[in-house]
């Protein structure tokens, strides 16, 4: 940017946009000085230079008609940009749109697998917890039966004892009720095998 000041101070500022129009403006002048006197040069800097040198010596009301041809095509080519930019944006928003559309499915996807795997694992929890009760009052039962009145007595005693059990008393009863459940699981896939049948509903005892 040129900038002069005046005797007031005053800033007076040329800006770069008049000075582009002019450049432009002397760049179709001498466009069209080449194609009527190219002929009469030896070479094309020198006609680019007579060019130059003629436009240097045109009134401002010749230049103006170039001016007006320069404002005019830099018009058409800012209204041209404008449109590719806003063309561009579209383009960059639908592709934004898709991926995030696509990454909301996948994110959908990954939390119903998730979920299906959660609820598949606590049925599997569950069901070895139940195995491992049930492997609890078998012996609970062999025990103690002889110390209560009847069978309804003994139960509701062994319940209360499991109840009463840690995580670590638990345990040898858990592993018992996985290694039963395993060779359970694979004796029927063997069953299914040999007779070509399909069974369901047995893969939370798969090993």
């Known amino acids: 940017m040129v900038v002069t000041r005046s005797k007031s101070g005053a800033t007076?500022?040329?800006?770069?946009?008049?000075?582009?129009?002019?450049?432009?403006a002397c760049s179709i002048f001498v466009e069209e000085f080449m194609e009527v006197y190219r002929d009469k040069f030896p070479d094309r800097n020198s006609v680019i230079k007579a060019g130059k040198e003629d436009w240097i010596s045109l009134t401002d009301s010749n230049k103006d008609v170039f001016v007006a041809k320069a404002e005019k095509r830099d018009a058409e080519f800012l209204i041209k940009m404008e449109a590719n930019k806003q063309d561009f944006t579209k383009k960059v928003t639908r592709a934004k749109s898709g991926t995030t559309k696509k990454a909301d499915t996948k994110i959908a996807v990954n939390r119903k697998v998730a979920e299906r795997a959660s609820k598949k694992a606590t049925k599997k929890a569950k069901a070895v917890m139940d195995h491992a009760f049930s492997i609890f009052m078998n012996e609970f039962m062999k025990l103690y039966r002889e110390k209560f009145p009847d069978i309804d007595s003994a139960a509701k005693a062994g319940r209360e004892k499991w109840i009463s059990m840690t995580h670590f008393d638990k345990d040898p009863y858990v592993a018992e009720a996985k290694k039963r459940d395993a060779e359970f699981f694979l004796w029927v896939e063997r069953f299914a095998s040999e007779r070509k049948i399909r069974i369901t509903g047995l893969h939370w005892m798969q090993p």
């Open 12 to 24: 007076k500022k040329i800006t770069k946009k008049s000075k582009a129009v002019m450049d432009h």
